[in-house]
Structures are given as C-alpha cells and as structure tokens.
C-alpha cells in the first residue's frame, strides 16, 4: 500500500498550517507539533529541511517561528515530498543504475514488471507535480495568503 511517510506527513501538516498563517505571522515548530499532538523534535527537523529546499524561512527572536517563502500555488507536493524525503520512488528500481553501477536492483534488465512500474511511477509523479499546496490548504485560504 502506497502511504506518506511520516515526515511527509508532518511536512505537509506544517506547510498547510504556515499557508494559513495571515500575511507576516509565524508558527515555531513547537506552536505546529502542539496545536496537532506531533512529536517537536521531528517536527523541528521537517521545518529545517523546508527551510534548507526554500519552501520556509526561519525568523529567530522571541516570537520567532517560520513563514512561507512561496505561494502555495508554486509549491507542488511532488517537491514537498522531495524537499523532506528525497526523490520519490515507487519501486527500488526507478531510482536509476544497475546493480553494476551501484543500482539496487539486479534483476532489473530481466524483470518483468520493470516497464510498467516505470510507467506507473511516471504518471504518479506527474500527478503530484500537479496538486498543489493550494489545493490542500482550500481555495478561499489560498486566496488569502497570496
């Protein structure tokens, strides 16, 4: 069964709370693992690698927290994904090379499924290329944070 991880999860739970933040507000990521009973120390870790992918700035002080640094109408969940887990892959063998390069699958060249998996990993991500922070947070939330 296909499933966010965790950390995407968390990923997209704090970018759709920053997303719904009014214009100047931040959220710490105390503030986000709180308000939905997550663990702080991975919330803090997703937060640093949006921030390390640009998605989110970090404003450091006394009411410090993070905002979004994109309209959620630029921010697919495709990259989202990336930015807190790596490249997506549906199967170990779309991640590229042979197992004589140092790939991880060996039974690649002879398997298969290898082209319909490949195929279907193509279109997932094209798809969640398609949907859009905007998408999740809603339409009149969206409107209200470009």
Known sequence: MLALTKKSGYGLIAMTRLAQLPDGDVASAREIADEFDLPVSLMMNVLKDLAAAGYVEGVRGARGGYRLLRSPEDVSLA????????????????????????????????????????????????????????????????????
């Open 79 to 146: 990259d989202l994904i990336a930015a807190v887990e790596g490249p997506i892959r549906l199967a170990e063998c779309v991640a590229g090379g042979r197992p004589r390069d140092g790939g991880v699958c060996r039974i690649v060249d002879r398997c298969p499924i290898a082209g319909p998996v490949h195929r279907v990993h193509r279109k997932l991500q094209d798809f969640l290329r398609q949907v859009t922070l905007a998408e999740i947070v809603g339409p009149e939330t969206a409107a209200r944070t470009a």
